[in-house]
């Protein structure tokens, strides 16, 4: 018999102006003896390490530069504990499941800076599959809070996007 795993994610994201840190904590299965996978504590500098990616909403990998992951547009960026999106493309965090298991996404996404950009779109999806989005507007200090349980097969993608606001400059 296959017996599923339970999983913990920890992550941090970013106002939406990029200038100070939101807290966005994502719980998955928070069980004795299972595994953790930290956001910010499991950064690093190489795609895939402990089944962390960093794209941006096209699909395109990240480039590592200066200890934080940029991407082809001016701000399209990702940091240890958060994010910032480009102009017209987002930036997608995305966890990929090691195993079959059932997970509980728990966490609040708000923006701690009023003094510049005009919000920003925050989503999860699993794979396609959209279990959550809101919009944060800025200097939305109380934001939008999210409490996800969905099981996941081998492989199945847990995407974290922050997309721009409908100015371009989020």
Avoid: C, E, M
């Avoid at 895939?48 to 395109?60: E, F, K, V």
């Avoid at 701000?75 to 990929?96: C, D, E, I, K, M």
């Amino acid at each position: 018999p296959t017996t599923a795993n339970p999983f913990t994610i920890t992550l941090s994201a970013t106002n939406a102006a990029g200038t100070g840190t939101a807290p966005l904590t994502l719980t998955i299965n928070p069980v004795t003896g299972g595994n953790t996978y930290q956001a910010s504590v499991d950064f690093s500098g190489i795609q895939g390490q402990r089944n962390w990616y960093y794209r941006d909403t096209s699909g395109a990998l990240l480039t590592f530069v200066s200890s934080q992951w940029q991407g082809s547009q001016s701000y399209l960026l990702l940091w240890s504990n958060g994010g910032h999106p480009g102009s017209t493309l987002g930036a997608q965090r995305q966890w990929v499941a090691p195993s079959a298991g059932t997970i509980t996404i728990i966490g609040t996404a708000y923006d701690l800076d009023s003094t510049g950009g005009d919000g920003v779109g925050v989503s999860i999806s699993k794979n396609a599959t959209s279990l959550w989005s809101a919009s944060i507007a800025n200097g939305d200090t109380v934001g939008k809070s999210f409490n996800l349980t969905t099981s996941v097969a081998s492989g199945d993608a847990i995407n974290f996007v922050i997309t721009p606001g409908s100015g371009g400059n989020g």
